[in-house]
């Protein structure tokens, strides 16, 4: 029983689309707001934590790594690349909590859309989960779930600990960064045919959509990622506002008691 249930936790053999009822999308954006107020809530308490970014990002590792092990050994794939957003963020937000603190400003539009990525793309994947073909439980299931969730907790870490305040120029910068990366994506899923973040094929309304001819289909999914991006960015900003300024507050009072001791 339990050999079987590992061999089907690891195989590479397609079971299913897996289905996902109201009820459990509910659930889904439930946790995800418990994520975010958990993450600011954990900052207010403890201002200056600079472990607990660390953490997240060791976790996110792990998951990363486990599962595009398997993407390679398994070869469930023929292009196993890491071309969608949420990913790439996941790639980007790691390596941020491991350089110097100085990078985060010296590579500004990237941090900036890393973070922002990392909390539009788990609150999508959960109003419409487009996981892989396979029934519970298995590997890249925990890892679209799991991985999502620590996402967006690893989003609202960033931006409490970002000491700049979120501007215009940081989301025009982001938005540049954003149409770059969409035009690389955009080159590789069509030479080696292979959906990278759906702009060959949109997981919602895909038919008409394609009816419009594939120059008119890009722009389409061109427009909604910049637009859903912006929204994503305000919100986030919004957060910012009336969540750090409490944050900034007792972390220079924690510095300054710190220096008289």
Not at 122 to 144: A, G, K, M, R
Not at 175 to 183: D, G, K, M, S
Request: some cysteine; glycine content about 4%; proline content about 6%.
């Amino acid at each position: 029983m339990q050999e079987k249930l590992w061999k089907d936790f690891f195989s590479s053999v397609p079971t299913g689309e897996p289905t996902f009822t109201v009820p459990v999308i509910i659930a889904l954006q439930a946790l995800l707001v418990l994520g975010v107020l958990g993450t600011a809530l954990w900052y207010r308490k403890f201002p200056d934590s600079q472990r607990f970014l660390k953490v997240i990002a060791g976790l996110q590792l792990v998951e990363f790594l486990s599962v595009n092990i398997w993407y390679r050994v398994a070869g469930y794939l023929a292009y196993p690349l890491p071309l969608y957003h949420c990913r790439l963020a996941k790639i980007l937000l790691i390596l941020f909590a491991f350089l110097p603190r100085k990078t985060r400003r010296t590579l500004r539009p990237l941090f900036i859309y890393a973070v922002v990525m990392a909390f539009f793309g788990p609150i999508s994947s959960f109003v419409y989960p487009n996981p892989d073909p396979f029934q519970w439980p298995h590997i890249t299931l925990v890892s679209y779930f799991f991985g999502h969730f620590n996402l967006i907790v690893f989003a609202m870490a960033y931006m409490m600990e970002d000491e700049l305040r979120w501007t215009w120029k940081d989301l025009v910068h982001s938005q540049i960064l954003l149409l770059v990366f969409n035009l690389g994506i955009l080159v590789v899923a069509r030479q080696t045919q292979t959906n990278y973040s759906y702009l060959l094929e949109s997981p919602l309304f895909n038919a008409k959509l394609q009816a419009f001819g594939p120059t008119v289909f890009v722009v389409i999914m061109f427009a909604a990622y910049a637009i859903l991006y912006s929204v994503s960015f305000f919100i986030m900003k919004s957060i910012e506002h009336k969540a750090k300024k409490e944050i900034f507050l007792k972390r220079e009072l924690l510095v300054a008691s710190k220096e008289t001791m």
